[in-house]
Each structure stands twice: as structure tokens, then as C-alpha cells.
């Protein structure tokens, strides 16, 4: 019985993993954006430029391209952490 319950909830978890993103909040959207763009700005300083030193529109691509990269993270490790709940693994 507990079993079935706990699939039940995983099935909830992977519905909510396929969101679109537009159906996510404003707030948690602007979140990601706000990382993504933090990790471009530490990579370009990796790579010994600044934001000034490229121009706007290959920033901005820098940073959409972050941002699907950490969505996707997100979007992969939900279901592996419904996994982890369901059998009691912590880590």
C-alpha cells in the first residue's frame, strides 16, 4: 500500500519536472537567471575578460545557454531525488 502511494507521488514529481517553463514563477525564473548570469560573469573572469570586453548580445547568449544547462540539471535530478525518497536513501 505504501508502495503504491509513494509511485503515486513520483508520478507527480516527474509531471512537474516536464513543465513548461513558462508555467514556472516569475520569482524562481529570475532566480535561475540571476545564477546563470553569475556563473558566465565567473567564467569570463576564468578566462581573464569582463562583461564589458564581449559584446551584449554573446553575453546574453552566455547566459541563455547557462540557463538551459542548470533547467536541465534541475529537470534530471528531480526524478532521482523522487527515486531517493521512495526507497529512504539520503545523502
Not at 19 to 35: D, T
Not at 79 to 84: F, H, P, S, T
Amino acid at each position: 500500500m505504501a508502495l503504491k502511494m509513494n509511485i503515486k507521488n513520483l508520478a507527480n514529481v516527474r509531471a512537474i519536472s516536464k513543465l513548461p517553463l513558462k508555467l514556472y514563477p516569475k520569482a524562481v525564473k529570475q532566480k535561475i537567471r540571476s545564477y546563470a548570469a553569475k556563473k558566465v560573469k565567473k567564467s569570463l573572469i576564468i578566462k581573464g575578460k569582463t562583461r564589458e570586453d564581449i559584446p551584449a548580445l554573446e553575453y546574453e547568449y552566455l547566459v541563455v545557454e547557462e540557463e538551459i544547462k542548470i533547467w536541465q540539471s534541475i529537470k534530471d535530478r528531480s526524478i532521482g531525488v523522487a527515486l531517493m525518497m521512495i526507497f529512504g536513501t539520503t545523502f
